[in-house]
């Protein structure tokens, strides 16, 4: 690493947080899929 490195913090949600939250299930579920598990999701009642 550079000398500057140190210095650069990101501060914030993450850049893959902020690409939006079906990326974010759909790569989870991809990769419990990939380590042999069926994924079946359910709306929590009141949520969004």
């Not at 893959?16 to 990939?34: D, F, K, V």
């Not at 994924?39 to 929590?44: I, R």
């Amino acid at each position: 690493m550079g000398r500057g490195a140190a210095r650069r913090r990101r501060h914030g949600p993450s850049p893959r947080a902020q690409r939006g939250p079906e990326r974010a299930t759909r790569r989870a579920i991809n990769a419990l899929n990939q380590l042999g598990y069926t994924v079946t999701l359910n709306p929590v009642e009141g949520a969004a």
